[in-house]
């Protein structure tokens, strides 16, 4: 799909991988809604893209189909949706007071929180979103949309304390395929990018000499990904037809060890 003036939707683009994929986007023309919690950082950067930001909660039917009419109604209907919402969460299966040796029950509300906001929220967006996707006139090929959803190495090789988050991601990689599968006489593509360890926000505000450290881990290049790499392949899985139902780590080939 040329990107060029068509609406795209991209969810967490105020900071991170998000907004590294919605300012590449605007970058190559097309116009971009900014999805984020965050209206202050949201409003910044959909200002400084020409875009437009819809202040929107991933767990809420009502604030996510409020946010995709405000969308629509600047940009029309979009053909490009990328989900980058998502929260990272870490906590023992049973863990063990440091002082007293007592064990401790897992805080479900942590795993449900995961649940909710990674796996939940992300298909909610793709409904959403596909719902509108499959009136508009075809394009090439017959397409009419492209779904990018990001998931994480933690699906395939989850550390310990990630049992929620790997489960939460895990969702998102498996349910690639029977989504591109419901979507496909629709003329709707659907990929996943399962990122490695990237310099985000979170990461970034590590001391210099942790981040080294996890970067070394990483086979080539010995360094943390940056959230342009990941902007640039989600455009390539977006700008190639033939990309569908693909699932692709993009983690300069680390296998994530046990911590």
Do not use: W
């Amino acid at each position: 799909m040329d990107v060029n003036g068509v609406a795209a939707v991209v969810t967490g683009a105020a900071s991170g991988l998000g907004e590294a994929t919605a300012r590449e986007l605007a970058r190559r023309g097309a116009k971009v809604a900014i999805f984020d919690r965050d209206a202050g950082r949201g409003e910044k950067v959909a200002a400084e893209l020409g875009g437009v930001f819809c202040e929107v909660d991933v767990t809420s039917n009502e604030k996510v189909a409020a946010a995709f009419a405000e969308a629509r109604k600047a940009h029309g209907q979009e053909r490009i949706l990328v989900n980058c919402a998502g929260v990272a969460t870490a906590a023992k299966t049973v863990a063990r007071d440091k002082e007293t040796k007592a064990a401790k029950l897992y805080p479900i509300q942590q795993f449900e929180l995961a649940i909710q906001i990674n796996l939940i929220g992300s298909f909610r967006c793709i409904a959403n979103s596909a719902f509108g996707m499959v009136d508009l006139e075809p394009l090439v090929d017959g397409e009419k949309g492209v779904i990018i959803n990001t998931a994480s190495v933690a699906a395939e090789d989850g550390q310990i304390g990630q049992a929620a988050y790997s489960a939460s991601k895990g969702g998102v990689l498996a349910m690639t395929l029977p989504i591109a599968r419901d979507l496909m006489n629709e003329g709707i593509r659907v990929n996943t990018i399962l990122p490695g360890v990237f310099k985000t926000p979170m990461v970034a505000m590590m001391p210099t000499n942790v981040q080294d450290a996890l970067g070394a881990q990483v086979p080539f290049p010995k360094r943390l990904g940056q959230p342009g790499e990941y902007a640039n392949l989600a455009c390539f899985l977006i700008e190639n037809p033939y990309m569908n139902a693909a699932s692709v780590r993009l983690d300069g080939g680390i296998r994530m060890a046990p911590r």
